[in-house]
């Protein structure tokens, strides 16, 4: 009797380990409000991206004090506990609208040949971009969801170009403290 309640005890256990060793992948959108401090919204699959982007959000509420809203800033980011749709990489978009941040992250698309895109060749986190000119319009991806979820939130104030410049170096700080590269997508315009 008492062997098979050691043994009944143990293989629950080991079945309990194996559930919880396996990632957890929702396949629909997430969305996160944390009224007066930011709103995320997650395509599909990319739920294991909140740990980075509320990161991001803490280190630019502490180093940054809104003084207009800041033009969307783009990012392709690689991070190896995050899988978007078989892809190794995610695309994710920064704004201050209102005095609130918005973030928005999704699936790249499959790859053709993009246009209109400049790379920041140092990229985010140290590491040169493998993406290049040969990938597909990241940046045209990203922004029309961002767009599609800022509708309701148009610009109010004039561009913030400081606080650009302080998402930019939150984005970098925090992916180089979790061992992820994001590079800067720069639209031409």
Do not use: W
């Not at 986190?125 to 040969?134: F, K, L």
Request: aromatic share 6%; net charge neutral; charged share 20%.
């Amino acid at each position: 009797m008492g062997e098979s309640l050691l043994l009944i005890t143990i293989i629950t256990l080991i079945v309990l380990t194996i559930r919880r060793a396996r990632p957890v992948v929702l396949e629909s959108p997430v969305i996160i409000q944390r009224p007066g401090q930011y709103h995320i919204t997650l395509a599909p699959q990319l739920n294991r991206a909140q740990t980075f982007i509320e990161q991001i959000a803490g280190k630019f509420s502490r180093t940054h004090t809104p003084q207009g809203d800041i033009p969307t800033q783009y990012f392709e980011v690689r991070d190896p506990k995050v899988f978007a749709q078989g892809q190794n990489c995610y695309l994710l978009a920064a704004t201050l609208r209102g005095g609130l941040l918005y973030f928005q992250a999704v699936n790249p698309r499959a790859s053709q040949p993009d246009a209109g895109i400049t790379n920041d060749l140092a990229g985010v986190g140290g590491q040169p971009s493998q993406m290049a000119s040969s990938s597909i319009s990241h940046v045209d991806t990203l922004r029309e969801f961002s767009e599609s979820v800022l509708k309701l939130h148009p610009h109010a104030e004039p561009a913030d170009e400081q606080g650009a410049k302080k998402m930019r170096e939150a984005v970098e700080a925090v992916a180089g403290d979790l061992k992820i590269t994001a590079t800067v997508l720069q639209a031409t315009v």
